[in-house]
C-alpha cells in the first residue's frame, strides 16, 4: 500500500481505530499510523499535507 492508495488507506486504518474520531486526528497521529500499518510500504518522505488531508477525508467518507 502506497500514499496514493488513499481509499485503502483510510479503510485499514477505520479497521485497526475503530474507536477514533478521524476529525479529531492531528496529522502528525496520522502519519505515524499510516506508516506503521503492516501492509504500508513506501516512503515517509513522499508524503505530504494534501496526501494526509486525502488520507483524513476518505476516513471520514469510511467512517459514515
Avoid at 500514499?3 to 477505520?14: E, F, G, N, P, R
Avoid at 485497526?16 to 505515524?32: A, C, G, H, Q, S
Amino acid at each position: 500500500m502506497k500514499w496514493t492508495d488513499t481509499l485503502d488507506v483510510a479503510i485499514a486504518l477505520s479497521e485497526k481505530y475503530p474507536e477514533v474520531d478521524p476529525m479529531k486526528v492531528n496529522f502528525v497521529d496520522l502519519m505515524r499510523w499510516v506508516t506503521q500499518l503492516p501492509e504500508f510500504d513506501d516512503d515517509p518522505k513522499h508524503c505530504g499535507e494534501k496526501i494526509l488531508e486525502a488520507i483524513q477525508a476518505a476516513w471520514i467518507e469510511e467512517a459514515d
